[in-house]
């Protein structure tokens, strides 16, 4: 058996690389020939993603060691990959697979380092906090209180204690939504959904109550 060295088995590597970037969801999908690889590649490419997701955020989290920032980094890697394997039927081709795959790493990086920033945080998700005023004069002062004073209320009565706990913890207290889908033990898109109903609500209540105009079909000019 002849065995490859110098350029020739740069040569053989490299069109096995060609082969493996043209063929990435067929040897990811069936056992076989160059799965493994497939595998291998794949898991590489989103360690790069995470690793390079961490590097850019690493500036807003906490003092913490290395070991600790490589063990995020392989957790979201381990996790894209995942979530890649679990939807290779979803990919269209519009892309290339790599580009793809890595937004899967970026993704899950920046998941991870969002929740190692609230790791110890509490989220509070019961009380108002006092709004801010904005304004110059007496009477915008005025008017900008009054409509804090309206949107306050709104939440304490057009909303369900679920509503009113989504909407402070995302939209006061700027929990980001993956963090509070864990606190809560639900989805993101179930809040999602909260936060739409919950909106719809405070929107009633305020046009109701005068601070907002109504948008009734009426009113539409076509």
Do not use: C
Request: proline content about 5%; glycine content about 6%.
């Amino acid at each position: 058996m002849t065995s490859l060295d110098g350029p020739d088995l740069a040569d053989a590597d490299r069109v096995r690389t060609e082969f493996v970037q043209d063929n990435w969801v067929e040897l990811l999908s069936t056992p076989g020939p160059g799965h493994d690889d497939a595998l291998s590649r794949l898991h590489g490419l989103l360690l790069k993603a995470a690793g390079h997701q961490v590097s850019l955020m690493v500036g807003r989290m906490p003092a913490i060691g290395q070991a600790r920032r490589e063990d995020i980094v392989n957790q979201s890697a381990d996790e894209a990959m995942v979530a890649v394997l679990g939807k290779l039927s979803s990919f269209q081709g519009r892309s290339q697979f790599t580009t793809w795959a890595y937004k899967f790493g970026i993704l899950h990086a920046a998941v991870e380092v969002r929740r190692n920033l609230w790791r110890n945080r509490e989220v509070p998700l019961e009380s108002l906090p006092e709004p801010a005023v904005v304004g110059t004069s007496p009477e915008q002062l005025a008017e900008a209180a009054d409509l804090s004073h309206a949107v306050g209320t709104a939440i304490n009565q057009a909303l369900t204690t679920h509503q009113r706990r989504v909407v402070l913890a995302l939209l006061v207290d700027e929990v980001p939504i993956d963090v509070l889908a864990d606190r809560l033990g639900t989805t993101r898109n179930a809040l999602y959904k909260t936060l739409h109903d919950a909106r719809g609500r405070l929107r009633t209540h305020l046009t109701v109550a005068g601070y907002l105009a109504s948008t009734t079909a009426e009113e539409v000019i076509p």
